[in-house]
């Protein structure tokens, strides 16, 4: 049994290093492009399972963020990043619970491994979001709007609070790329040493991992959701003034938060 906490280079191009995370996040989003462009030809009046299935993620998806930002352009211009964010976080996190996926080796490397379970692809995930967030916070407030949220000099109790903000919101990245790092590559540790305990000390009964292969497709999705539901409540906080009440944030989402 072979756990690396890094991944793994499996080859080169023109001197640029391709590791095993970064090829599967490659297969991972053209498997997306395609499963889009399969799901959007083929849409149909009446839908049939795949399809009601997309739509009722998508209509979920889109409710949450409306009814956190409040606000209905905000919402629509957000969304798009927010539905290609999970649907490749849960691919991610899911393409390592495929059988065999980290067997097919290039010399003693597995060429295959879960995007989400590499720190280099969370952190970059963590960077695109909290970089739409700040966007999104100079555009929807204005330059000097937005700046007084962390530099506010009408007193020192603003100055301090502001200070505060400024700090939390340079740690986003780093509490974002943690979270989901730590749980998807915890569970496939988890799954690898049940499988190895499984096939060496017991007769191999394929019972035995089902549950925890169960456990790690729920908290695939939780970690998606997490995400997401992060990103919206950041973007709701940086598009309002401090005067203004913010969006009503839904009970159930609060709660898949402080279970984590």
Known sequence: MNISL????IFSISGLTITNSAFTAVLVSFALIIIAAVLRVGL???????????EMIYDGL??????VIGREDVAQELFPFIIT??????????????????????????????PTSDLNTVIALALCSVAYVQYLGFK?????????????FSGPIYFAVGIIELISEIMRPISYSFRLFGNVFAGEV???VI???????????PIIPLPFYALELFVGVIQALVFCFLTIVFASIAISDHGEPHAEVPLEAVAVQTSK
Not at 44 to 50: D, E, G, S
Not at 62 to 67: C, Q
């Open 190 to 192: 988890l799954l690898a």
């Open 6 to 9: 890094a991944a793994e280079p």
């Open 195 to 205: 499988i190895f305990l499984n096939s060496t000390f017991l007769p191999f009964t």
């Open 85 to 114: 964010a999970f649907f490749f976080i849960v691919i991610s996190n899911w393409s390592g619970l495929i059988p065999g996926f980290s067997s097919i080796l290039h010399g003693e490397t597995p060429v295959f491994r879960a």
């Open 44 to 54: 149909l009046t009446i839908p049939k399972r795949a399809q009601t299935l997309a």
């Open 62 to 67: 889109l409710g949450i963020t409306k009814n």
């Open 140 to 152: 929807y407030r204005g330059i000097k709007g937005y700046l007084s949220t962390f530099f506010n």
